[in-house]
């Protein structure tokens, strides 16, 4: 079987959750209800319990309970029209039509000219060679961690040594056999072989590509310690062979530079400005985004310019459509890397107010084929799922039948025998519309039920020995009486 713990964690880490905000849960055992209907901290137990390689821990239960809140709302309104036209998907529209006001902003109000002479086509293309490739050798020579500096500069006079004997013509493959501590490359004279802009570290790169073929470079220094580089070969392709892609590149590097003056510019006279006293709410909201806050919580504002401000309930909608490990990243986030978000997030919104000032719009005909392909990848999922073909028994709710699919499914899942598909901000529009709540009340009561049910399971018997039974032994009667 797969190793639960593995597979299960991480991709559980990307379901956005449920709040728990107003309307406790009605009985003491709830972990979460959606749409009425209760998820009980036994039954949470009863499906991750038999899995006892995977972590009894809250995060796992919250992640659980979390899931099947999206899976319920989903396979309800799924049961009570697999068209999913009940499903409110406006919320997700307006994300993708703001989007394509930008773009549309960006093909009208940006205006540069991609027109390119051969002159300065062939002078970009000596000056830059794209497509180079070298093929060179180093030797390495590694500084300890936390070495003195007695230490440290024995290992640099080492470095500036051998460099002398190679300009003196010492062979450089003997001396990297000797001296390098790149086992890899040191075992073959120090080659490297053939390697592209981009595929080495900058200082490294750096001397590589300025190398003459035989040059030897000065000591350069990165991260991995001391190098001496030799360039065996150069191969630099010739205009004609990029000619097209090249041109491309360029006229696309025009229009980046001219969309970043534009932006440059709006932001400028918008006068933007960003809260730093808010930096640890947002840290906070990143943990947890779908927690309680009130309206005049959620009105305070994160960044400020001309006109508006981008606030702590829009960032909280942000945070609910974007998957858990940029969520993550926003809670581990320096003070100045928040600054840089907000000012981001900020521009868009300055980007979107430009467009309608410009009397840009989406057509209606685009926001219907926007909300037509949405419903159709949700369905996707749902048919995925198996909650388009949800039939209740006789005597069985819908309810009843939509939890009965849904643990079946979560089931599967802990059993690794199902991958999780995330719903995305496709859980942010059910919860939106529906009545959705996680009781983290519960987490601990769940962890205490797997605890008791992994205790009462019968220990496995040793590699083997076959497990006792009920069966009365059968007698060997081989070779019989007489």
């Not at 009980?40 to 319990?49: D, K, P, R, V």
């Not at 719009?361 to 926001?367: L, R």
């Not at 598909?421 to 039920?449: H, M, N, T, Y």
Request: one cysteine or more; charged letters at 25%; hydrophobic letters at 45%.
């Amino acid at each position: 079987m797969k190793n639960v713990r593995k597979v299960l964690v991480p991709a559980f880490a990307v379901v956005l959750g449920a709040c728990e905000g107003a309307g406790g849960p009605s009985s003491p055992d709830a972990l979460a209800r959606a749409a009425g209907v209760e998820f009980t901290a036994q039954e949470a137990a009863e499906i991750l319990a038999p899995q006892s390689n995977l972590p009894n821990q809250t995060q796992v239960v919250e992640a659980l309970a979390n899931l099947w809140v999206d899976y319920f709302l989903l396979a309800r309104v799924a049961a009570e029209d697999t068209t999913l036209e009940a499903l409110d998907v406006s919320s997700l529209v307006e994300q993708n039509q703001n989007q394509e006001l930008v773009l549309l902003l960006r093909d009208q109000v940006v205006q540069v000219d991609t027109a390119i002479s051969e002159e300065e086509l062939r002078e970009a293309f000596d000056r830059e060679a794209p497509g180079a490739r070298v093929r060179a050798r180093h030797i390495l020579l590694r500084i300890p961690e936390g070495a003195s500096p007695a230490k440290s500069d024995s290992v640099r006079d080492l470095a500036a040594s051998l460099r002398e004997r190679l300009l003196a013509g010492e062979d450089f493959g003997a001396l990297a056999g000797e001296y390098s501590e790149d086992t890899g490359s040191g075992a073959n004279g120090g080659d490297l072989g053939s390697f592209g802009r981009g595929e080495m570290v900058p200082p490294f790169e750096e001397a590589a590509f300025s190398l003459d073929v035989g040059g030897i470079s000065p000591v350069v220094e990165t991260d991995f310690g001391l190098h001496l580089i030799r360039v065996d070969e150069r191969v630099i392709p010739t205009l004609e062979e990029g000619r097209v892609q090249f041109r491309a590149q360029l006229q696309n590097r025009r229009v980046a530079e001219a969309e970043s003056t534009f932006v440059a510019g709006i932001m400028e006279s918008a006068g933007l400005e960003v809260d730093a006293e808010l930096f640890e709410t947002a840290r906070t909201l990143a943990e947890t985004p779908d927690m309680e806050i009130t309206g005049r919580a959620a009105s305070r504002a994160l960044a400020t310019f001309a006109g508006g401000s981008y606030t702590v309930g829009e960032f909280r909608d942000w945070l609910l459509f974007r998957p858990g490990t940029l969520r993550n990243e926003v809670q581990g986030a320096s003070d100045e890397q928040l600054d840089g978000l907000f000012r981001n997030l900020a521009r868009e919104e300055l980007l979107i107010e430009a467009a309608r000032v410009e009397g840009i719009e989406v057509s209606p005909t685009k926001g219907d084929s926007l909300t037509n392909v949405i419903r159709s990848g949700v369905k996707d999922v749902a048919r995925q799922l198996g909650f388009l073909v949800l039939a209740n028994r006789e005597g069985q709710t819908l309810d009843q039948a939509a939890s009965e699919m849904v643990r079946n499914v979560l089931v599967q899942v802990v059993q690794a025998d199902r991958e999780v598909i995330p719903l995305g901000g496709v859980s942010f529009a059910l919860k939106k519309q529906f009545d959705a709540r996680v009781f983290r009340s519960g987490f601990d009561r769940a962890v205490e039920k797997v605890t008791e049910l992994r205790a009462q399971a019968p220990a496995a018997p040793p590699a083997g020995v076959s497990p006792p039974t009920d069966e009365a032994p059968v007698p060997d009667t081989a070779g019989g009486e007489g």
